[in-house]
């Protein structure tokens, strides 16, 4: 069964940056896409990044050359690396997974999601 769980939400100053994790476990060796998504009451959970498990990636325009994600195979670990943040990042962050390959930002594929880690971003 694949489980993940989020970490390291904070609050931060503008232009600071942040380091997401996400612990998942049992997910197959290959044929696997990884996200981070986002979320606030205002507006419905956006895709962010997005990660397969050739190493290609996807990033939604408010988060190019600002967010980068990665995966850890050894430590079975999403990271999501947020530098120059803005107040409108502020948002609760989930992770998410997918059996498959297929790169995508789009929320319905996405079958397994953690509780989220909460991040602020404030002057």
């Known amino acids: 069964q694949v489980q993940v769980k989020e970490s390291g939400g904070d609050s931060v100053p503008i232009g600071g940056s942040l380091r997401l994790s996400c612990k998942v476990t049992g997910l197959p060796y290959s044929n696997f896409c990884m996200a981070w998504f986002r979320q606030t009451p205002e507006k419905e959970r956006e895709g962010v990044a997005s990660?397969?498990?050739?190493?290609?990636?996807m990033y939604a325009n408010s988060v190019k050359g600002r967010f980068t994600i990665s995966q850890d195979n050894a430590k079975n670990t999403l990271n999501l690396l947020m530098n120059n943040l803005k107040p409108e990042d502020t948002a609760m962050y989930y992770c998410?997974?997918?059996?498959?390959?297929?790169?995508?930002?789009?929320?319905?594929?996405?079958?397994?999601w953690g509780q989220g880690t909460q991040v602020n971003v404030s002057s």
């Open positions: 990660i397969c498990d050739d190493g290609k990636t």
């Open positions: 998410a997974t997918l059996v498959g390959h297929l790169l995508t930002l789009e929320r319905r594929p996405y079958r397994i």
